[in-house]
């Protein structure tokens, strides 16, 4: 799901003339924190709980 809302922002972007530079980058800052926040917190957690 964050891949398509990362690929559904660049086109809105694309197509838009009211968007900067700027909000594509707080896409890609917010994109990267939560695939961080994702491999290594929630991934590690669930292993232990798992085994």
Excluded: E, N, Q
Aim: some cysteine.
């Amino acid at each position: 799901m964050s891949m398509l809302t990362l690929a559904f922002g660049l086109i809105m972007c694309w197509f838009s003339v009211g968007f900067s530079d700027l909000w594509i980058l707080i896409g890609l800052a917010g994109y990267a924190t939560t695939f961080c926040i994702g491999m290594f917190i929630f991934k590690p957690t669930a292993d232990r709980m798992a085994g």
